[in-house]
């Protein structure tokens, strides 16, 4: 009987800790599923045939590779990127998710895979915008799910009036049709946004709010961040993050000229 009870005991504690063999860990799993956005050209793009494009998703692959896995997408929008993870509808998101206190209560990280910042894009005829300020006031269009409303906010003497959209889609014809002044998010979204608009826009490279943009993970899967963390590192070593840079972004007016391992988040919850 008092072995009986030590085995049952054991058992419980291994469930518990997640011990290996327990399936939950992403180097168990042979196929990886990586939650993309559909919405953004440059980093995730659900083209007409149905097949994912971008940085984010060649990123994803590289990782893939480097872990023996396969991988399939689907696609997250910006409110669908943590509940993906925690509903167990992917295993991992790409999804140009910055690093910020309140999702590592939710989510773990891996990486950073890119740093970059939050920037402000502009209608080209709006030669007079120069900084952050010379927006003071106007109207600034805001995606659900993003926190690059509240970084803005948090600029020193900055005010905005703020106006909704679904996805980034609906902010580019928001600014095209002057219904807002400006959209503000990461750099390289708006890098994106502007390489498939192909004229007329423009970054007014305000560099304010370093952007560490991980990879989303589960709670309570240290091994696999570990192993992340190296296949992000070798990415910059063998000159892979540096193509895929200049792959997606060149002549967008994004500032590629320093391009260097980011100092990773550590790995434990």
């Known amino acids: ?70 991988v399939t997408f689907t696609q997250v929008l910006a409110a669908d990127r943590i509940p993906s993870l925690l509903e167990h509808k992917t295993d991992m998101v790409l999804a140009t998710l910055s690093v910020t206190p309140d999702r590592k209560t939710q989510i ?40 690059a409303t509240a970084r803005l906010a948090a600029v020193d003497g900055m005010s905005a009036r703020l106006v909704p959209a679904a996805d980034y889609n609906e902010c580019m014809t928001k600014i095209r049709t002057r219904r807002v002044d400006a959209i503000t998010t990461n750099d390289v979204i708006l890098a994106g946004l502007i390489k498939r608009a192909g004229g007329g826009l423009r970054l007014v490279n305000a560099k304010f709010a370093e952007q560490r943009t991980g990879i989303g993970i589960r ?37 590629e000229s320093i391009i260097e391992v980011p100092q990773l988040e550590g790995c434990d919850d």
């Open 108 to 147: 773990s990280y891996a990486g950073p895979y890119y740093l970059s910042y939050q920037d402000i894009l502009v209608r080209s005829e709006d030669s007079a915008v120069r900084t952050i300020r010379d927006l003071k006031g106007r109207s600034f269009c805001t995606v659900k799910g993003s926190d």
């Open 1 to 70: 009987m008092r072995r009986l009870l030590v085995l049952v005991s054991m058992a419980v504690l291994v469930t518990a800790c997640g011990g290996a063999g327990s399936g939950d860990s992403l180097l168990d799993k042979k196929t990886l599923v990586v939650g993309v956005r559909p919405d953004l050209p440059g980093l995730g793009l659900k083209t007409k045939d149905g097949q994912f494009v971008g940085f984010d998703v060649d990123v994803a692959r590289y990782i893939a590779d480097r872990l023996g896995k396969k």
């Open 219 to 255: 709670k309570g899967d240290p091994d696999a961040c570990e192993a992340l963390n190296k296949a992000i590192t070798q990415m910059y070593y063998d000159g892979t993050a540096a193509r895929l840079v200049h792959k997606w972004f060149d002549g967008t007016g994004l500032d």
